[in-house]
């Protein structure tokens, strides 16, 4: 806040207090579609000069720090006309992704990163690998929060996961080219959770 508003005198930590103490960071700004075109702004500023100055006349120095920003800006358009490791051609040029992004995002802002990698979306055998990551990490929780319930089994091999029945089942009720893996946490939850539910006088459950 500004001199005088509201929080202006706060003692709490602020997002450059880290930045300002060891420059050397990495900066993750993600979905950064979503902020606000002021904001956007005020990091064209450190990406261009290296130095951002807050509303606290601080000068925050960026010149040390990596700074990775992540958009799901054209996605459609870059689904329409597929571009990244999924191409067999390198036809899309930088200029022709940054029209694409031009809805988001001012150019002068685009042009000042140094490498622009648009990714196409994930496979669904690379989702259903997702999927058994999450339940490995969800059924480990889960076994220590509820020490009195048994699940089998208590993990799944990554690379195996394209065969296994209920995996390649939740996969084909969840899977969605555009949501990438984002849906695999909850599908694997509430999985677990419905299950738990539906035999509430078990205290074994085999899941896979």
């Known amino acids: 806040s500004p001199d005088g508003y509201v929080g202006s005198t706060s003692k709490r930590e602020l997002p450059f207090d880290t930045l ?13 579609e979503k902020a606000h075109t002021d904001v956007q ?3 064209m500023q450190g990406l ?41 051609d390198e036809n899309h040029s930088k ?45 480990k929780e889960v076994q220590s929060n509820r020490k009195d319930l048994i699940f089998s089994p208590d993990f799944i091999e990554i690379e195996k996961a394209e065969e296994n ?19 695999a946490e909850r599908t694997i939850r509430e999985y677990i959770e419905n299950t738990i539910l539906n035999n509430p006088n078990n205290t074994q459950f085999t899941l896979f």
């Open 95 to 139: 200029n022709e992704i940054i029209k694409m992004l031009n809805m988001d995002f001012d150019t002068e802002l685009l042009n000042r990163f140094e490498n622009i990698v648009a990714f196409t979306p994930i496979e669904k055998k690379d989702y259903m690998k997702i999927l058994a990551v999450k339940y490995n990490q969800m059924i």
């Open 20 to 32: 300002e103490n060891n420059p050397y960071q990495v900066v993750l700004l993600d979905e950064f």
């Open 41 to 43: 702004r005020f990091f």
């Open 48 to 88: 261009d000069e290296g130095s951002v100055k807050t509303n606290r006349n601080k000068e925050i120095d960026f010149s040390r720090a990596i700074i990775i920003a992540t958009t799901n800006a054209g996605t459609i358009d870059m689904n329409k006309n597929p571009i990244g490791f999924g191409r067999s």
């Open 165 to 183: 029945e209920k995996i390649i089942e939740l996969a084909d009720k969840t899977y969605t080219p555009l949501s990438n893996g984002r849906p």
